[in-house]
């Protein structure tokens, strides 16, 4: 909200710089946003004298003026009748906006350079004239600038107000605080209200059929009124808070609102059918044209302001084009009501109509203060529009909705300090509540009963007075202490313990975390060409996305991973090694929320290593990614790890036969592997990528936790070898698998050193070399005893596996 | 024979003092003692000698062999150690094989630069769901359906009664649901807010604290988050405590820091006040503790909240927060 100083200085005689009122305005909690020079633009305005002047040669309704600006003269081209040499006028120099928001250039008219402007009243946005060029008096001096030559300074401060503080919307709340502040008396418009001796009755009746909805309506007819355009200090005060003057009456409701808060309406009362009010709740599907010229539908949660046969305005919303103010308006009925503000709320949002009416309505206007402002805008009527006001408002509604009034607060002494941490006397507390205005009372030593004044709304329970108390003595007043807790410690979740560890895993693999958003685009399950029913496609579907690229929650981190490594393509980065922990949603039918799975994704793609001297660049193979599998399953200690060729039918993003799924016993960890040519192209990477994706909640309960040290040799061991030729099919995990398995004595691995297809092996088969290690832990073995057992071994496996051993053996 | 070894002994030795590549000694070496060499033709002609004869020289042609051998490896060691010390053999300035290692993502960093200054004063971590009921985002937290607060947040919705969560606040209700006083929880994780430009992203970071116990008070929220920004920021980073409105406490506060670019003196990145807002705080609000039945007049609370990404600005510098989601691996190798 806009508030000028010197519309303040009317209500609250202070005398503080705007700059140290703002800072201290803001440490109350009112926060000043901005400070703004009203006049601002009329830093390029200057005094000139018209040193000479002289018809234009080419256009006779044109002069050229010599202009004498104090350090220089200008030539200045002007079609002004008003003025002639040795006037003193309004000089725009280059680069001023003028209010009809040309900018001043120097420009050539008809030949001749003209090199500023003599600008009017209006122009200026200084008054309603423009009928020719400001003159000034002849004693101003050339060169100075126009504002100061005017006395024109007014700071226009911003607030940024909290949705409680409805009071601080009009310029009295705001000087209220202030007077607070500097303990300076608060100077209230006088009420001067002159009725004349028609009754009201005689003319209006008012009803209110949803008192829920509209709680209070009060209406005022000033009859005989002339419409017509604002006096000076009317439109300069609405100008200097942003408002458009539009005529006297209208004005003045503006006016009102702005100094007291209290949204006003003013009918055409000739134009009210039956010279009726009525109040009611809008039907479902009803239409209605508001002001702006919309037509609007409405719904049964909306309230009207209807005449006897039609509705009239929006009610605390907006006015309708059938009763507004016209030209010709000659008699007026005013309006001053209290409106429900959830039920203003409701409305506004629906309609997506924010007013200035419908944003103090839903904070709550003073309920004490609808007469008040009623007579306040006919008093100005009368005095700028003239007319005859009726005796006495009419009335409708009639709640009783503050309850304050007879159920005062009580405020504990003792627990205000405690909650604040301080050490306040009743006295300063008592002192601090009546600086805005609260009656206070003391019930005992520790209690005092408190009551806030009507506009105050916000103040209903004793915790909102003991941030009252803490707001005007000032935060910073407040001591700095350390809570005095119970030392209870718990230790971290294993979910906290495991994702710490993966990052950490992850980072030492050469893989950087990244941060992608939760949501994507509904066409990702497409770019994954996942079939209809996939299991990720039942995703949760944001019904307001920003873009349509965040429309729905990921399913899978993949999307976001590969989104990532185009990105970064674009760069001309084509190697890029990259994961993401995160949770991913799924819709759970009969449930509102949604399931949610933290995953491990990672992607690599391109070359292994970063291209060197020393390295090539080869791109990533799929054992790259199964290395980072091992690496980061092995260093967490998950248990009984095994994997199994991947079924492309489930996860359809995989390349076929180059993919593979994790389990560790049974529970299914995840799958990685080569990601299919199409899945890469249509995110539109260039290179093959490999990515694994995990399940960090399966992860959980497969890590060993609890590490106990296992004992281990002191001995040395004896490696044996063995060659095979297997048939291609047999996984050497089955051989490994069976060696292990034999149970032979010793023995304690058996590693894969050497896989060759190719001549001179047979079409179909291939050749493994294994190392098995022998150990014991109590003594050294001798070759003859390690001999006999993996002479025994080895002719175990021959067969099982109906293998030969290489022709060199044979 | 004796005087025909003591020569060929020194034969050798004076040939290797002027060998100086390691070819010429392995020609000596060969020469010498190789499988034909000199020294082992004698040997071969000691079988041939009178038996008493035998063991002496025997160990005498030996005991030259072994003499030159050691001499011929000391004389390569000698040699290598030469070339070390005067040839350079390695370009050093060749780049190495290195050992890749991945970074962490800035926003991680901080949030778990936070939560460990939180975590050494003795509290817990806590999460939640990011999709969540309106109960919890808004009502618990005493932000009733058509209450004007609401609009202070843009929210995405999934449906009418669920939403993306537009803070970590929820995570609050949801602990004091499950636990009674005393309480020292943060609460990180992901928040969603329908905004997007140079200061905004519609997913971002929060951190969220909650104490509650007896004689919690005000000054002991000004005394934990003073102690979380000297950690934070440094010791001489001030705070203020401005006065300022949240549903869900009351009294509430804004908690501005020095600004830490130009340290008070006014500069663009704190629109020349010379503070930066970085926390919203404020005791807990007696209607929240009635929506988790706790006694109001038994305890007492605060509860504070800050989002990451401002924070992780304001420590690296950077000026739009939308680098942090692009994920390019020129901006995530910095940090």
């Known amino acids: 909200m806009k508030v000028s100083i010197k519309w303040l200085k009317e209500y609250v005689a202070f005398d503080v710089d705007a700059e140290s009122l703002a800072a201290r305005l803001t440490m109350m909690g009112l926060e000043v946003e901005a400070l703004v020079d009203r006049y601002a633009y009329l830093d390029r305005a200057v005094v000139g004298k018209i040193i000479h002047m002289e018809p234009h040669p080419k256009n006779n309704s044109l002069h050229l003026c010599k202009v004498d600006i104090g350090q220089k003269e200008l030539s200045i081209v002007c079609g002004a009748t008003n003025v002639e040499q040795g006037d003193v006028v309004a000089v725009g120099l280059p680069g001023m906006k003028l209010s009809t928001n040309v900018v001043i250039e120097p420009r050539q008219v008809y030949g001749l350079l003209s090199e500023g402007m003599l600008c009017s009243q209006a122009e200026l946005g200084l008054g309603p004239d423009q009928t020719g060029v400001l003159i000034l008096v002849k004693e101003s001096v050339p060169g100075q600038k126009l504002s100061d030559a005017f006395g024109l300074s007014d700071i226009v401060m911003e607030f940024k107000l909290t949705p409680n503080r409805a009071d601080c919307f009009s310029v009295i709340g705001i000087a209220r605080e202030i007077a607070a502040l500097l303990n300076l008396p608060l100077i209230l418009p006088k009420a001067g209200l002159v009725e004349g001796d028609t009754s009201i009755e005689t003319l209006i009746s008012v009803s209110v059929e949803s008192p829920q909805d509209c709680l209070q309506y009060f209406a005022r007819v000033v009859t005989g009124v002339k419409i017509g355009p604002s006096p000076q200090w009317l439109q300069n005060r609405l100008v200097s808070v942003g408002i458009r003057s539009v005529n006297n009456v209208v004005d003045v409701t503006n006016f009102v609102l702005m100094e007291m808060g209290q949204p006003l309406h003013a009918f055409d009362y000739d134009r009210l059918a039956g010279h009726q009010i009525v109040v009611r709740t809008a039907r479902a599907g009803e239409t209605f044209k508001t002001l702006d010229g919309v037509v609007r539908t409405l719904d049964s949660g909306m309230v009207l302001i209807c005449d006897a046969k039609q509705p009239v305005a929006l009610g605390g919303i907006m006015g309708g084009e059938n009763s507004e103010i016209l030209d010709g308006t000659t008699n007026i009925l005013l309006e001053s009501a209290y409106f429900n503000p959830a039920t203003i709320r409701r409305a506004a949002k629906k309609l997506g109509l924010s007013t200035d009416s419908s944003h103090r309505f839903e904070r709550g206007v003073d309920p004490e203060g609808l007469g008040r402002a009623l007579d306040r805008a006919a008093q100005l009527i009368v005095e700028v529009a003239g007319g005859q006001v009726a005796q006495g408002p009419a009335h409708g509604g009639g709640l009783q909705f503050d309850k304050r009034a007879v159920e005062p607060i009580e405020l504990s002494i003792g627990r205000t300090n405690r909650l604040l941490g301080t050490k306040l006397s009743a006295g300063q507390v008592i002192g601090h509540l009546r600086s805005i205005g609260l009656k206070v009372e003391v019930l005992d030593d520790d209690s005092l009963s408190v009551v806030p004044p009507s506009f105050r709304v916000d103040l209903l329970r004793p915790i909102d007075l003991v941030e009252e108390v803490a707001r005007l003595m000032g935060y910073d007043q407040i001591p700095v202490t350390s809570p005095v807790v119970p030392m209870i410690a718990s230790p971290p979740t294993d979910r906290l313990r495991l994702r710490e560890q993966v990052k950490e895993i992850l980072l030492g693999c050469g893989f950087s975390e990244t941060l992608t958003y939760s949501f994507i685009g509904a066409d990702s399950f497409e770019k994954l060409s996942l079939s209809p029913d996939d299991r990720l496609r039942s995703c949760v579907t944001i019904l307001n996305p920003l873009t349509e690229d965040q429309r729905v929650m990921r399913t899978s981190l993949v999307p976001g991973l590969l989104s990532t490594a185009y990105l970064n393509q674009t760069h001309r980065n084509y190697d890029m090694r990259i994961f993401e922990v995160g949770k991913v949603f799924f819709a759970k039918k009969g449930a509102e929320l949604a399931d949610e799975i933290e995953m491990i994704s990672g992607l690599w793609v391109g070359a292994r290593h970063v291209r060197s001297w020393h390295s090539k660049g080869d791109g990533v193979d799929f054992y790259d990614v199964k290395g980072v599998i091992e690496t980061l399953l092995g260093a967490l200690d998950v248990k009984d790890v095994t994997f199994r060729a991947g079924n492309q039918e489930e996860l359809p993003y995989f390349c076929a036969g180059s993919m593979a799924n994790v389990y560790s016993e049974n529970v299914f960890l995840g799958t990685f592997g080569q990601l299919a040519p199409f899945v890469t192209s249509s995110f539109n990477l260039k290179r093959p990528a490999f990515c694994f994706d995990l399940s960090l909640d399966k992860l959980i309960d497969r890590v060993v936790w609890a590490k106990k040290a296992r004992p281990f040799s002191r001995f040395p061991s004896v490696g044996r070898d063995i060659a095979l030729i297997l048939n291609d099919a047999v996984e050497v995990q089955q051989v490994v698998d069976f060696i292990l398995g034999t149970g032979a004595d010793f023995l304690v691995s058996a590693d894969v050193f050497d896989v060759y297809r190719g001549k001179p092996i047979a079409e179909g088969k291939k050749s493994v070399a294994l190392r098995l290690t022998y150990l014991a832990l109590d003594r050294s073995l001798r070759d003859d005893e390690i001999n006999v057992i993996h002479e025994v071994v080895t002719k175990q496996v021959l067969d099982a596996f109906k293998a030969a051993l290489p022709l060199a053996q044979q | ?335």
């Open chain 2, 1 to 335: 024979m004796k005087e025909d070894l003591e020569k060929i002994r020194h034969e050798a030795l004076d040939a290797l003092a002027l060998a100086d590549t390691a070819a010429a000694i392995q020609g000596l070496r060969t020469k010498y003692v190789g499988r034909k060499g000199i020294v082992v033709q004698h040997m071969k002609t000691v079988p041939s000698l009178p038996v008493d004869d035998r063991p002496a020289m025997g160990s005498l042609i030996n005991g030259i062999k072994r003499q030159l051998e050691s001499a011929f490896d000391d004389a390569v060691e000698a040699l290598v150690l030469r070339q070390s010390k005067t040839a350079s053999i390695l370009d050093v300035t060749l780049p190495g094989r290195r050992l890749d290692r991945g970074r962490l993502h800035p926003i991680t960093q901080i949030a778990n630069s936070i939560c460990d200054i939180f975590l050494r004063l003795g509290f817990e971590i806590a999460e939640g769901p990011d999709i969540e009921l309106d109960y919890y985002n808004f009502e618990a937290l005493n932000l009733p359906k058509d209450h004007p607060a609401r609009d202070m947040q843009d929210t995405f919705y999934v449906s009418d009664n669920v939403v993306l969560r537009t803070h970590t606040s929820p995570i609050q209700i949801r602990v004091m649901e499950k636990q009674s006083p005393p309480i020292r929880i943060i609460a990180p994780g992901k928040a969603y807010r329908v905004d997007s430009d140079v200061t905004h992203t519609p997913m971002f970071h929060q951190v969220e604290g909650l104490v509650v116990g007896e004689n919690i008070s005000m000054a002991d929220l000004k005394g934990v988050l003073a102690t979380f920004v000297h950690q934070m920021f440094d010791e001489d980073t001030s705070l203020r405590f401005r006065p300022s409105f949240f549903p869900f406490t009351e009294p509430s506060a804004e908690v501005d820091i020095r600004c830490v670019i130009c340290r008070g003196a006014g500069c663009r990145v704190c629109s020349q006040t010379g503070w930066l807002e970085i926390l919203g705080a404020g005791m807990v609000d007696p209607a929240v503790f009635k929506m988790v039945n706790y006694d109001s007049s038994k305890y007492t609370g605060f509860a504070f909240g800050m989002g990451i990404e401002r924070i992780a600005m304001l420590k690296y510098g950077i000026d739009d927060i939308r680098t942090f989601y692009e994920n390019d691996a020129r901006f995530l190798e910095q940090f």
